[in-house]
T-cell receptor, first 112, second 112 residues
């Protein structure tokens, strides 16, 4: 079975600062890993995904994440935060059975 | 393409009532799933389906039934609603094997 732990339920950064959202996973099979973003009162939108191949994955809106198998991590970063990045972010993992497991989410606040 | 659609957007039920949440997708995706989202708990998988006629349980299946008679539709049934089922429900679909899931806009359900 798969599981995800997101470290920090709330993260606050200043506009222009580095964004780092942490995600650790557990999986008994090679994982597929995802980051989704949810804006208030909306559904989830895919930011980026790792399936196989290159471990540094680039997504939309300037976000990227690196798959580190030895650390079982898939942290999300963005070099410079923008006010429009304020949202809730979810890390997720799935395996061969295709049932996806989500972390509890991290709410990102961006201060002007 | 409409993507993934869900109806209704909002619903209030009394304890013991039954209802069906509708979900449809027009992307010919094999995989469909239902999640519930509760504060601080992320999204939890209720049921999923890898094709017409095939369904399976997720993390929190109790109190919910599903069926998949067509590729397009995946309704979620609450047979006897309980206050613990107050939540926001999301339907999603995916093409296999990438499992990149596309989410509907959600249904906010309140059980009194």
């Amino acid at each position: 079975a798969q599981s995800v732990t997101q470290l920090g339920s709330h993260v606050s950064v200043s506009e222009g600062a580095l964004v780092l959202l942490r995600c650790n996973y557990s999986s008994s099979v090679p994982p597929y890993l995802f980051w989704y973003v949810q804006y208030p009162n909306q559904g989830l939108q895919l930011l980026l995904k790792y399936t196989t191949g290159a471990t540094l994955v680039k997504g939309i809106n300037g976000f990227e994440a690196e798959f580190k198998k030895s650390e079982t991590s898939f942290h999300l970063t963005k070099p410079s935060a923008h006010m429009s990045d304020a949202a809730e972010y979810f890390c997720a993992v799935s395996g061969y059975r295709n049932d996806m497991r989500f972390g509890a989410g991290t709410r990102l606040t961006v201060k002007p | 393409n409409a993507g993934v659609t869900q109806t209704p957007k909002f619903q209030v039920l009394k304890t013991g009532q039954s209802m069906t949440l509708q979900c449809a997708q027009d992307m010919n995706h094999e995989y469909m799933s239902w999640y519930r989202q509760d504060p601080g708990m992320g999204l939890r998988l209720i049921h999923y389906s890898v094709g017409a006629g095939i369904t399976d349980q997720g993390e929190v299946p109790n109190g919910y039934n599903v069926s998949r008679s067509t590729t397009e539709d995946f309704p979620l049934r609450l047979l006897s609603a309980a206050p613990s089922q107050t939540s926001v429900y999301f339907c999603a679909s995916a093409t296999l094997p990438s499992n990149e899931q596309f989410f509907g806009p959600g249904t906010r359900l309140t059980v009194l």
